[in-house]
């Protein structure tokens, strides 16, 4: 199930204000490349551009060779790309089974895929018919993960999953990707801890200013830390 995503020179602007200039990226299946920087940097807007959320005044969105620029959003997902939105953007009244459910429409996939996305989280499995709002935190960004798999997704996006969690928590959503990566997903993973992304990221890729201003392999980072200090200010 290898893909490819791969990102060309995405412009995009929030009204007269231009959010990314020039964002290009490339995904490939079994790697996981971590978007690194600080609050503001663009990472989030970098993600609704390919989602087609905010769409990109010019670029292009490739899926395998595959042109999908100016796909609408509803489009996107349809073509594998699973996306996990910062602040996970669940339906906090509606059951852990009901949020999958709407997962599940996204693509039309059915109970095949439901179960193959709960296989990851038995905790989920075990709490199915609980309000997702009651959910703790990392329960909460299991289920979000959990919706993104029912779209039976070959690249997944996560924003900032671990943001205000447990290391516990944490740890475990680390694990998760590691076992997605190794099933050949193409991963993005959003971070600003710095200690969340070098377990997991073979590439790491500096944003600033809606730019990526520098692409390096995590064991360049791990034997420069000058460029952390540069990027994220740690
Ligand atoms: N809906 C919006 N309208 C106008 N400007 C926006 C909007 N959303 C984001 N921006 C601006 O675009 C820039 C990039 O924001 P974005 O949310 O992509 O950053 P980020 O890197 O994800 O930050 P964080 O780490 O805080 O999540 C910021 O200057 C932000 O103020
Ligand atoms: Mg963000």
């Known amino acids: 199930m290898a893909a490819s995503l791969e990102v060309i020179g995405f412009d ?54 595959n042109d999908l620029s100016e796909k609408p959003a509803y489009e996107i997902p349809k073509h594998g790309i699973g996306y996990v939105p910062q602040g996970r953007r669940l339906f906090s009244e509606l059951t852990v089974r009901e949020n999958l459910e709407i997962g599940l429409l996204t693509r ?3 109970k095949q ?30 289920l979000a993960i959990a919706r993104a798999l029912c779209i039976e997704p070959s690249v997944l996006m ?38 969340a992304v070098i377990p997991v990221a073979d590439t790491v890729a500096f944003m600033d200013h809606g730019e990526i201003r520098e692409t390096v392999a995590i064991d360049v980072l791990k034997d420069n830390p000058a460029l952390l200090q540069k990027y994220v200010g740690v």
């Open 113 to 142: 895929a439901l179960e193959h996305a709960l296989s990851y989280f038995p905790v989920l499995r075990e709490r199915i018919n609980q309000v997702s709002g009651t959910l703790s935190g990392g329960e909460q960004t299991m």
């Open 12 to 65: 995009t602007f929030y009204g007269q204000s231009q959010a990314l200039r020039e964002f290009s990226i490339r995904l490939e299946g079994g790697k996981v490349l971590c978007l690194l920087g600080r609050n503001g940097a663009g990472k989030t807007t970098a993600l609704k551009s390919i989602m087609g959320i905010i769409p990109p005044r010019k670029g292009k969105l490739l899926i395998d060779g």
């Open 108 to 110: 039309s996939t059915g």
């Open 158 to 195: 996560l924003d900032e999953p671990t943001e205000g969690l447990m290391p516990s928590a944490i740890a475990a959503i680390r694990d998760v990707v590691i076992k997605l990566r190794d099933e050949g997903k193409a991963i993005l993973l959003v971070e600003q801890r710095v200690d």
